[in-house]
């Protein structure tokens, strides 16, 4: 069995393990520089507020109590790193699929963990522990684990010979085909996962070529694979981009000590431990 984690709106989650109480807020991310600066990522309660993808941020800016932050690689690298001992601390052999997914082999873990059922459950936890909200699947192939991770909301759960009819909703475009192919298959009114599962394979071949069958074996969740592990990183960095200079020790040591609390949890999801901490600041522009 497999397992993937998925965390949704990565770069809002970020920013938003520095800044918890964003939790609670409508909040916005946004990217670029002005004046094209525009809303890249937002939280259920900036739908609901009437935020929007692709908005600019003077437009976002009207709408009452939307806390909007830039966007932080570097925050969203260290979420990544995050995530990767959150995948390592349960499985020595997990793949780095994307800066928002993990595909685990569970093989062996039900001796230590339990069934497939808890460690999906530790996974989520975990991830909460971490700052982060994660989707959890699990499934008999990679593919399949990773689809349902993106696709539904929560924790889960795929038996084997069941993965075509679990992962029949989904919208055709969760496979990122090409384009060309993505405007065939909408001409041909196939739009989900299960309608193009139900494509006859010889024609889809001859009309789609190779990647056309590809796609419709991801789709019935048919795809056999190894995983590509990733090598275990032993840095471990946090970091938070501030909206405003710091001036007071105060709200300096408080700052610290919440990226302290996360190196901590990510040292103990990977059971290790450290005697040394480097700390970098960077002065104001013109100081």
């Not at 900036?46 to 909007?68: F, H, N």
């Not at 990773?146 to 924790?155: K, P, T, Y």
């Not at 056999?224 to 840095?235: D, G, I, Y």
Request: charged share 25%; hydrophobic share 45%.
């Amino acid at each position: 069995m497999y397992a993937s984690i998925y965390i949704p709106d990565f770069s809002l989650q970020a920013v938003v393990r520095s800044e918890p109480d964003l939790r609670s807020r409508a909040a916005a991310i946004v990217d670029g520089a002005p004046p094209s600066c525009r809303v890249a990522a937002m939280n259920s309660q900036a739908r609901r507020a009437g935020v929007r993808p692709g908005m600019t941020k003077l437009d976002a800016s009207q709408v009452p109590s939307l806390a909007i932050r830039h966007r932080s690689r570097a925050q969203e690298a260290a979420a990544h790193a995050a995530l990767l001992d959150l995948g390592l601390s349960v499985s020595p052999r997990v793949e780095d699929t994307a800066i928002d997914t993990l595909a685990l082999d569970l093989t062996g873990l039900e001796q230590l963990f339990g069934s497939p059922e808890k460690i999906a459950r530790r996974l989520a936890e975990r991830a909460s522990e971490l700052g982060l909200r994660a989707q959890v699947a699990v499934a008999s192939n990679p593919d399949a684990a990773i689809h349902a991770a993106r696709g539904f909301r929560g924790i889960t759960l795929i038996p084997a010979g069941e993965e075509a009819e679990r992962l029949g909703s989904l919208p055709v475009d969760a496979l990122a085909p090409a384009r060309e192919i993505l405007e065939t298959l909408d001409r041909w009114g196939v739009r989900t996962f299960k309608a193009l599962a139900a494509l006859p394979t010889l024609q889809l071949s001859e009309r789609l070529g190779q990647e056309g069958v590809r796609l419709q074996n991801l789709a019935r969740g048919r795809t056999h694979r190894s995983l590509a592990p990733c090598e275990a990183p032993l840095n471990f960095e946090e970091v938070m981009d501030l909206e405003y200079p710091v001036a007071l020790l105060e709200p300096l040591a408080f700052i610290l000590g919440r990226l302290l609390d996360q190196l901590c949890a990510r040292l103990e999801a990977r059971s290790l431990a450290t005697h040394e901490v480097r700390l970098r600041l960077d002065l104001e522009a013109g100081v």
